[in-house]
DNA sequence: CTCAAACATGTCAACTAATACATGTTTATT
DNA sequence: AATAAACATGTATTAGTTGACATGTTTGAG
């Protein structure tokens, strides 16, 4: 679908960035739902500069190391917003290499199988602090109009994904308990 | 990684199969939480049966429609139990468009975000629905050493991720209506 | 008997993405 | 002055995935 596009121009849009400074964007602030290496986005902006979407001049730093600052043009604005007014489709459902192994832990034993679920609920559960952490740099709710508003709804979405990852996790491993404590029973 | 080898095997350990079968599953039992295509499962199986991981037999069906039927060899029962116990760290952050849409959207109308969120919740509440569907045919909680047990479990999980979704995107909407409210006020 | 749907197996081109390869400068610390 | 970390930009290779191309049989409904 070309989604990458639309991610560069709109950063681009918030401010006018380098291959360099997009990079690190996405290791950040778009780290939660999207990603992309700067083998990635090098020949992208390029792409999209040869489109006439974006447009750069290139600067010096100290005497001789050159950058490109990458600035969204007018076009690029309007193929920014046609996208960003359209209606998506629910994303695809995301391949999940633990839950296929779950679906097959009937071929391990049953201690196992918690074990497994334990460290899964571990590292969600470490994720999730990190998450309450950056949580507690906004002290109120940002006004809709401000960029930060859109941090912070996609913020109580990652939240409200971990704690439901760990909820799930938590009634599995009682399933599974509940039932190992009613068969030593018999 | 290779995980599809993995999705094949542990399907192939539960029983004999076709390549058309195997992609049924694919889009049925598996959907939650893999995918794949015929394009991908038939060369795949190839390199399975010339690692000696799984074995065929040639059948007809008819008069002369040959299909092979899929097994899985004692090696691969090893390699499939290898994988199944061993720690899988916690998914990537999957890619969302939606989540991407909703960080730039303040560059469009406070209307027109709420629009889209409640597009995009409808989604999610249809798709709820549908796996609450699929629960109502367990009418008890499976045993725990059926393959039915793993499956109950990962439609929990798909639950949970639609419920969680759904509030989010309620949530979403509530402060985007209540900030537009207020500032009708003013 | 006709026709559509399901059964059945494969390949190919294009795209997306990750990792490694490749190179060099600037800045801040010690 | 040395050095490490950060700045800065690219390419190449490989793996994974999708959609289209390609072909043909069998079964069940009307």
Known sequence: ??????????????????????????????????SAKHSQIYPELKTLAENHLVEFKTEITGNVLEKKLYSITEFGKKELLEWAENYTKIPPLPKDEFKLQLFFSDCIPAQQRIQLL??????????????????????????TKESEFSDYLVLLGAINREESSCNWLNTCINLCKKRAAKKSDT
């Not at 918030?14 to 778009?30: A, H, I, V, W």
């Open 1 to 34: 679908m070309g989604v990458l596009r639309y991610a560069i121009l709109g950063l681009l849009n918030r401010q006018d960035m380098t291959g360099y400074d997009l990079t690190k964007e996405f290791q950040t602030s778009l780290s939660e739902f999207w």
């Open 118 to 143: 334990k460290n899964q609920l571990e590292q969600h559960q470490k994720w999730l602090e990190h998450l309450n952490h950056n949580l507690t740099k906004f002290d109120t709710v940002p006004p």
